[in-house]
């Protein structure tokens, strides 16, 4: 059993938590795998000492829209087709449908003939799981999705995030698998229960999955120990209750997952900001040293009025949702967009994890996100701020998440935390990141200046750069957003 803190810095008991320093290459329909060696050092304000380190990292990221998750392109399609605006919803197969009881966490599948669809049952009794429904606690209609096999350079950790439409009545679930050097598959793991009601359906982690030489840290896939994996696959179910759902569908617009491998050593000598390295992706290059600002609006975590609000521990613990509701005002100013200008406890809400208990499982948040019409984007890991530049200049504020210890970030509302969320808006001339950290105590503080390096490596040695990307789809973005 292990005690540790999690990324809202709360204690957890029997989770582990992983540090390692990944990069990112992300590119629709384009799985690229970059390896790299780079030496720095990192001093912490609080001590005249240096540690240098060498980072090697192997990292991957595929990210696919709904147009491309075609049977031509290699995927098994049971009962999912397109709808009229591209996604893949729910549609009547060719029967019979090949119905399995792992799409559905181990409840009874079999083929609906009538509805065309595979009908299932909640897994657990009703009220079972945890004092509440595991799914809807009784029967659904279900259909799959199926990737191809892709095979990667070794990883030790994935996260997999989506962007899908889920009305009333309606949800859907990830599940992914991975094969372990040398050679042997996984079990199927069950990521998390998305719905962005709570009608149908409360969203929430699956927790208990320890095995296989792995285990789900909420949201993130992680191999124990020194073992990695060369190749994954996706499967994807989109549920509708029956009877009163049926003719509805959740619809899935975008999937993505991000791999990571890193391995840390003591360097002999080096000198130089932890994580600027040069990579071989599309971002290379491009408006290197960016300066400037984003008009990001700026709302604190701690005001009174969030104490006791609930959703996990109220507004102390909401960084993470405080921090997408911030970025969803960005784009309510920038699109003349009302309804994207959420409140603080709207997200709060609209994140929550049932499981987890708060608002910082990271596929949550940007699923949320993306659920307003028009609004993409997903998690995705980056190597240094330095890569962030051109999304920034690009217009498109990010959410980082950080985490450090007393002294080690000057400046910062919190003395230290084990796991923090907030929004990066700019830079300044000389390079250092302008951020939006709701951890001051009000909205008119907010807005704060950090030192490049020390802010770096709260940045990636808390999270392994794990940074939310979220933009409109129609925005002209670093990465083509398919």
């Not at 995705?380 to 051109?390: D, G, H, K, V």
């Amino acid at each position: 059993m292990t005690v540790s803190t999690d990324r809202e810095g709360r204690v957890h008991v029997g989770r582990r938590w992983a540090i390692s320093l990944p990069t990112v290459c992300a590119a629709t329909l384009v799985c690229a795998a970059l390896a790299h060696g780079s030496t720095g050092t990192y001093a912490s304000p609080t001590s005249p000492t240096s540690v240098p380190m060498t980072t090697s990292v192997t990292t991957q990221f595929w990210t696919a829209t709904a147009n491309a998750m075609t049977t031509a392109a290699g995927w098994t399609l049971r009962g999912v087709a397109p709808g009229h605006d591209g996604a893949l919803t729910l549609a009547p197969g060719v029967p019979p449908l090949a119905c399995h009881d792992v799409a559905i966490d181990g409840g009874v599948a079999a083929y609906d003939a009538r509805a065309g669809f595979c009908a299932g049952h909640d897994p657990y009794p009703a009220g079972a799981y945890h004092g509440r429904d595991y799914y809807n606690g009784g029967r659904f209609h279900a259909a799959t999705l199926l990737s191809p096999v892709r095979h990667a350079e070794p990883f030790d950790h994935a996260t997999v995030s989506w962007a899908a439409d889920t009305p009333t009545g309606t949800w859907l679930q990830a599940h992914l698998r991975v094969l372990l050097a040398p050679g042997s598959w996984s079990r199927w793991y069950s990521l998390p229960v998305w719905a962005s009601g709570a009608e149908t359906v409360r969203r929430h982690s699956i927790d208990g999955q320890d095995g296989d030489g792995a285990a789900i840290e909420t949201d993130t896939l992680a191999l124990h120990g020194s073992a990695t994996a060369i190749a994954y696959q996706l499967s994807v179910t989109l549920f509708s209750r029956v009877p009163s759902g049926s003719g509805s569908s959740s619809a899935l617009r975008r999937l993505s997952i991000a791999l990571s491998h890193t391995s840390i050593a003591a360097a002999t000598a080096g000198t130089g900001e932890t994580g600027r390295i040069g990579i071989d992706s599309p971002l290379e290059g491009a408006a290197a040293g960016w300066v400037g600002e984003l008009a990001v609006p700026a709302r604190s975590q701690m005001l009174v009025d969030y104490k006791g609000l609930g959703y996990g521990g109220g507004g102390e613990a909401w960084c993470s949702p405080t921090s997408t509701s911030m970025l969803l005002a960005y784009w309510a100013r920038r699109l003349r967009r009302s309804d994207l200008d959420v409140s603080v406890p709207a997200a709060a809400h609209g994140v929550y994890d049932w499981t987890y208990d708060g608002g910082g499982n990271w596929p949550f948040n940007v699923a949320y996100a993306t659920s307003f019409t028009g609004m993409d984007g997903y998690v995705a890991r980056f190597p240094s701020l330095t890569t962030l530049e051109p999304w920034l200049a690009a217009g498109v504020p990010l959410a980082l998440s950080v985490s450090f210890g007393p002294g080690e970030l000057p400046g910062a509302p919190l003395p230290s935390t084990p796991g923090h969320l907030l929004v990066l808006r700019g830079f300044t001339t000389t390079g250092d990141p302008i951020v939006n950290d709701p951890a001051a105590p009000d909205d008119a503080t907010v807005r704060l200046v950090y030192p490049r390096a020390a802010f770096e490596h709260a940045w990636l040695t808390s999270s392994s750069g794990v940074t939310y990307v979220i933009f409109p789809r129609a925005w002209k973005a670093p990465v083509a957003s398919g």
